[in-house]
């Protein structure tokens, strides 16, 4: 589902690329482009720069920046802090002021989602200067176990060109020396290394009879949902950091773990924060949440109360409304060789809690 305020990112996504397949940005394409490039809120001059240089690139970046939302609100779907766009809009949505671990799953995600959509575009052709990986051919074998011979072959996702990419685009809003910038720009690196770690080697035998004495392989992008299911676990173990201070002026150099003797530093892949989560039971634009309220619940009872998405927890002891409600089905489906399903319509009634 695209959410209607956020359409304007593709729809000038779209526009750009008319400009592109009629006559490849001729003078008066690039005009358009770079016109378009700058009515787009949200981006820094050099994103602005690159839009005009790249526009048939930023089709893939508005949908790895929508797909890293969605994604974000299926992940986050049963918590008090469902991803739902508020705060300050920029070219990503919506930017959650508040240095916290929902922040730092926000840039993950997006980076990710970013370089996602771009190796995805280079398969299928749509971009310029990027297809297969071309560095995927000859002979190799499987890590671990030099006997077991493969031949690379098929087209092998370019993971390295829609990394690169995320790089020089998500990054450059990242251009002050802050602890915030330090702890997002760790994030999208991170987010982009879980990415790059859900690479998926598939493979196809050959050989007589089904041998596979010979295996054709290349290598495969992961559904972008694994992608986020794997952030989302990483989220659930972020650490705390803080920024070490040096130099005369005593600027952010880099992210130290905090409350730890000595300056140990993040892990690549670790999802790192500054500042605690509140509790998001309340409507706040500033920390970026629409509150509880309204929300659909789950009513449980013993261990299934301390569940994100029971009415206990969502509705934050504010207690929550029951209300019946009408639900139409299909049932008793039978099969007929062949090959016919035959279903009736079954209606019943259903309570459905709802947080106050």
């Known amino acids: 589902m695209i959410i209607p305020d956020e359409r304007w990112w593709l729809h000038a996504c779209l526009r750009l690329v008319l400009l592109i397949r009629i006559g490849v940005l001729s003078s008066v394409a690039a005009l358009g482009a770079s016109t378009i490039c700058n009515h787009i809120p949200g981006l820094v001059p050099p994103q602005r720069i690159l839009c005009q240089q790249r526009p048939d690139a930023m089709l893939a970046v508005g949908a790895g920046a929508q797909l890293a939302l969605e994604e974000c609100q299926y992940q986050f779907r049963r918590e008090r802090w469902n991803c739902t766009p508020t705060g300050e809009r920029g070219v990503f949505g919506y930017h959650l002021r508040a240095a916290t671990r929902e922040a730092a799953y926000m840039h993950a995600v997006t980076a990710a989602g970013v370089a996602h959509a ?3 575009a280079c398969i299928r052709g749509n971009l310029r200067g990027c297809g297969c990986d071309v560095a995927k051919h000859g002979l190799s074998s499987m890590s671990g176990t030099p006997d ?4 690379w072959g098929g087209c092998s996702a370019d993971v390295n060109y829609g990394l690169d990419f995320s790089r020089d685009f998500v990054d450059q809003r990242e251009n002050t020396q802050s ?3 330090l702890m997002n720009l760790h994030n999208n690196e991170a987010g982009r290394r879980v990415l790059e770690q859900t690479i998926k080697l598939q493979c196809r035998c050959h050989g007589a ?8 392989c290349w ?3 992961p559904s972008f949902r694994e992608v986020a299911m794997a952030l989302k676990s990483r989220y659930n173990k972020a650490i705390q950091v803080q920024a070490f201070l040096a130099g005369r002026k005593r600027l952010p150099t880099f992210l130290r773990v905090k409350r730890i003797q000595g300056f140990r530093k993040p892990q690549p892949r670790q999802l790192v924060f500054l500042d605690h989560s509140p509790s998001y039971c309340e409507a706040s634009a500033v920390v970026g949440n629409t509150g509880t309220d309204g929300r659909t619940c789950r009513r449980a009872k013993g261990k299934a109360r301390m569940a ?5 927890l969502l509705c934050c002891g ?8 009408t639900v139409e089905s299909r049932c008793n489906c039978t099969f007929y060789w062949c090959c016919k399903v035959r279903c009736h319509n079954c209606i019943h009634r259903t309570e459905v809690f709802t947080c106050k």
């Open 318 to 325: 504010r207690g929550y409304d029951t209300r019946e409600v």
């Open 179 to 181: 602890a915030r910038s």
């Open 308 to 312: 994100h998405d029971s009415c206990d």
């Open 118 to 120: 771009v190796a995805m």
């Open 209 to 216: 009879s089904g041998s596979c004495s010979l295996k054709t």
């Open 219 to 221: 290598n495969s992008l």
């Open 148 to 151: 077991a011979k493969f031949r």
